[in-house]
């Protein structure tokens, strides 16, 4: 896939809430399909009229769509899929304010129909740069145990903190189920749901950064 299969692009932005250490981020993100007519939303725990102003400023274009849910950051994103009509976005992101980009978005490994993203664990066969939300460089740099090599690829659970995914998915029916247990995992729930609708994964490489100056930890995608 090219920039010339995607016209339009919304970009998520999920958090509690915002502050201003996330705007060397959210510059980071112009990064994000060069070419494209992209928007942006802000989906927040608080109705904190300043938490958007802010990122708007931070971007330095208006926000399209703001939205407040306290809940957690899937329920967030399910939640406002499935009470907007979004019909005139052909790809979309679903992004937090930590995350620096530090290369642009591999847009040939992009594919319709799946939900492209990190994994948060792998088993299987493949071999992905940049593939895995832990056992980079930073505060998750030891968790290596959710990696291992198997010649079938039995287990995928995609990392939540940043994923693509085309309009074919949301035409899945995939965000109309809303329950999504809380629980300390929800990448797991999140990837239970997707298969449960049929949607594929598809691990890529993104070599970005968990910047959250705010919690003092750091942390670069992982390879295997």
């Not at 996330?22 to 109705?47: I, M, Q």
């Amino acid at each position: 896939m090219n920039n010339c299969d995607i016209k339009r692009v919304l970009v998520v932005i999920i958090s509690h809430s915002y502050h201003s250490a996330f705007d060397a981020n959210l510059r980071s993100w112009d990064k994000l399909f060069p070419g494209t007519t992209t928007d942006y939303a802000a989906v927040l725990s608080e109705n904190n009229k300043e938490d958007f102003i802010n990122i708007e400023r931070a971007l330095g274009i208006p926000l399209k769509y703001r939205m407040c849910v306290a809940d957690k950051q899937i329920h967030k994103l399910w939640q406002f899929i499935s009470s907007n009509d979004l019909t005139e976005y052909d790809w979309f992101v679903k992004m937090r304010p930590e995350m620096r980009l530090l290369d642009t978005i591999p847009l040939s490994d992009c594919i319709p129909d799946k939900f492209n993203g990190r994994a948060r664990v792998y088993r299987g066969p493949k071999h992905v740069k940049h593939g895995m939300s832990v056992m980079g460089p930073g505060c998750w740099g030891l968790i290596v145990s959710d990696y291992s090599y198997n010649e079938h690829e039995v287990e995928v659970v995609m990392d939540d903190q940043m994923f693509m995914f085309d309009r074919a998915v949301v035409s899945s029916g995939v965000f109309g189920e809303i329950d999504i247990q809380n629980t300390h995992w929800p990448e797991h729930n999140m990837t239970k749901i997707l298969t449960k609708h049929g949607v594929q994964l598809s691990v890529i490489g993104l070599n970005v950064e968990l910047y959250d100056t705010v919690k003092h930890r750091t942390a670069l995608s992982g390879s295997f």
